[in-house]
């Protein structure tokens, strides 16, 4: 039997989660913004090993600029959790710190991915020059555009979750 | 009645749904939704919420959830409410139109905040490019400012000794270039001064008639060397002092006088001022300059206000920074300048600006500062503080000129205390470029010697001739700011303006 895991994807609004998830079920990326309401929820099986999977339900919630505004309900049950936020909008990680507190607290066991997206934005000086920030939060810098990163976070998650 | 309507309604948007604990579906009422046997199966949602359905007695909402279907998309809010063991009720209520509604107000927002967001940042990496590129600007003018200070005073002093006519032409053509230069470096740091925000307008009582008449003198030898012909109309009723900052003045009216001769081959200049009004104590004037030279084409004409603008390719008008600083300097002074051209025609420029009248006692004071440079009794002892031969030669040759003035030279600043301390000094001059110290750091240990130390002005040598530059000197007792490049007269009436 495949077993089911609720990941759940957080962050400000614009950051580029469902590109993510675009790219990570259906390999394309769009460059128009289309901002989510609400919750979307996808599905993929990830082969694990030769004889297992998992299936990874994917929520896909409305951007907030304060995680506390969340609607409570959507974070019921989660396995993990990925706060994704922009590197070229530093309005997006100023909070970082106080965000991933708000989830430790919580959510003490739900294992939490910190992803940098859109690093085709930016150079690899501009990423050094926020390293107090980032060092030791970020656990993956992603581009939804390129795919660089996109499938490791998701199918590593997925391993770890098992 | 009213049942007919709420049997339409609630049949449209509520979809109910009574399943066990494994999730099969039990009963289903008013489906607008397809479903089969299991709830996990209809989307992935349910997957997901199937562990709420094996506690009992709980109630749990989920607003604004999207479901996507092959056959269509909704936007629901469901309630899933356990009422009894192995019994579940779950609630869709379809709200598709209303959320599609606010989905297009949350786009106009998210997109205004985040094109806000990119906006500031461009603007905040565009300030620091520019905040890099004026201060290197400054700098690297200011490190040219010695060589050129230097090279000017010893030219003219070449000029007073026995020389050929040939070396005397030769040393006009040196003379003409570093002044051409200086300028040239003072337009630079004025553009730098002005988009940095530092450009402060001084406001003494000047002579207005003698300023324009310095001006007309300069541009009448230009004219004649040219071979063109300078008009110039001064109004009867000009004010003869006014209160501003005579060197802006002067360096708009001199740089659009400039700009019509270097673009005038033949025909004339014209240059007139006259009094638009007076009213509250503020006199406004206006200034006209045309010329009969190439004109620019209407469609260029904005653009001669840029800076470095090639307005006309084929006639090769080469427009640098002077317009570009006359148009910031009358914008500061709240005037305005406009032009009128047409091409192979020639231009004119047109200028208002106001100044502040000055009042009785003003005058009285200016008038008596002509007969300045007081003849003392005996000699003043100036102190210079610099570690330039350059410029430690250049004071030299202007105080021997003088003749009021004895010399002492420290060149080093361990030895400024020591100086201070065994002789008798009138005046100190520090250096902003000696090694190893700031003039700020000499002055305050100077100061701090004795009370009789206390009282010796001191003044700056230096380039650093912005707001915050000056502001920082006076914190620590420099009482004024000799700005290089410098020449003898300018020199000259900061040493008098502080020596007792």
């Known amino acids: ?162 | 009645m009213l049942d007919n309507y709420q049997k339409k309604y609630l049949k449209n948007n509520f979809q109910l749904l009574l399943v066990d604990n494994e999730g099969s579906i039990l009963e289903v009422g008013n489906p607008f939704i397809k479903v089969g046997n299991k709830l996990q199966d209809i989307h992935p949602f349910f997957e997901s919420v199937q562990d709420l359905l094996l506690i009992k007695n709980q109630q749990h909402s989920f607003s604004c959830v999207n479901l996507d279907f092959d056959y269509d998309n909704f936007i629901v809010d469901i309630i899933i409410h356990t009422v009894k063991k192995n019994e579940t009720v779950v609630i869709i209520e379809n709200l598709t139109k209303h959320y599609n509604n606010y989905q297009i107000t949350a786009q106009r927002r998210n997109e205004t905040v985040i094109n806000y967001e990119v906006l500031e940042l461009k603007n905040k990496y565009l300030l620091e490019k520019e905040t890099f590129k004026n201060n290197f600007i400054a700098n690297f003018s200011h490190q040219l400012r010695n060589p050129i200070t230097a090279s000017a005073i010893f030219s003219k002093l070449l000029l007073d000794t026995n020389l050929s006519s040939e070396q005397k032409n030769y040393l006009d053509i040196i003379l003409s270039a570093n002044k051409d230069l200086k300028e040239r470096i003072n337009d630079i740091l004025d553009v730098a001064k002005i988009e940095s925000g530092k450009l402060i307008l001084s406001e003494s009582v000047f002579n207005f008639k003698d300023l324009l008449n310095e001006l007309i003198t300069g541009y009448s030898i230009i004219a004649s060397k040219k071979g063109l012909d300078f008009k110039t109309e001064l109004a009867f009723n000009l004010p003869d002092y006014i209160r501003g900052d005579a060197y802006r003045l002067k360096q708009i009216l001199g740089n659009i006088l400039s700009n019509a001769f270097t673009y005038t081959t033949k025909g004339s200049v014209h240059f007139s001022a006259s009094l638009n009004y007076i009213r509250a104590k503020k006199v406004n004037l206006h200034f006209e300059i045309s010329d009969t030279g190439i004109g620019i084409d209407q469609s260029q004409q904005e653009e001669i206000f840029e800076r470095f603008t090639k307005v006309n390719e084929q006639n090769n008008r080469n427009i640098g920074l002077g317009l570009s600083i006359v148009k910031h300097l009358v914008e500061h002074m709240n005037g305005n300048i406009s032009i009128e051209s047409q091409l192979d025609k020639g231009s004119k420029f047109i200028c208002n600006l106001s100044f502040k009248l000055a009042n009785e006692d003003d005058i009285k004071y200016k008038s008596s500062l002509k007969e300045l440079r007081p003849k003392f009794d005996t000699k003043k002892n100036l102190l210079l503080i610099e570690d330039s031969e350059l410029i430690q030669l250049s004071v030299l040759k202007i105080l021997s000129s003088d003749g009021n003035f004895f010399l002492n030279i420290v060149s080093n600043g361990e030895d400024v205390i020591a100086s201070v301390e065994n002789q008798e000094v009138d005046i100190i001059l520090i250096s902003n470029t000696i090694q190893r110290y700031a003039a700020e750091e000499i002055a305050k240990s100077i100061r701090a010697i004795s009370k009789e130390t206390r009282k010796i002005p001191i003044l700056a040598l230096s380039s650093e001739v912005f707001r915050d530059d000056i502001k920082r000197y006076k914190s620590f007792g420099i009482k004024d700011v000799i700005s290089k490049p410098f020449n003898d007269v300018s020199f000259l009436d900061k040493i008098y303006k502080h020596v007792k």
């Open chain 1, 1 to 162: 039997m495949t077993a089911s895991k609720k990941i759940v994807l957080l962050g400000h609004f614009g950051v580029g989660k469902s590109s993510l998830i675009r790219r990570f079920i259906e390999n394309i990326f769009s460059e128009d913004y289309k901002v989510t309401i609400g919750v979307h929820i996808s599905k993929k099986k990830v082969e694990i090993s030769e004889n297992e999977d998992v299936s990874l339900i994917i929520w896909d919630l409305e951007g907030q600029d304060d995680i506390k505004k969340t609607r409570s309900s959507y974070l019921l049950g989660s396995h993990a959790f990925i706060y994704v936020f922009d590197l070229s909008r530093p309005a997006t990680f100023n909070n970082l710190g106080t965000e991933l507190n708000f989830l430790k607290d919580h959510f003490t066991n739900v294992p939490v991915k910190v992803v940098g997206n859109k690093k085709d934005l930016v150079t690899k000086d501009y990423i050094l020059q926020y390293n107090d920030v980032f060092d030791d939060l970020v656990d993956y810098y992603t581009s939804a555009k390129t795919g660089s990163k996109v499938e490791t976070l998701f199918s590593k998650l997925a391993k770890e979750l098992i």
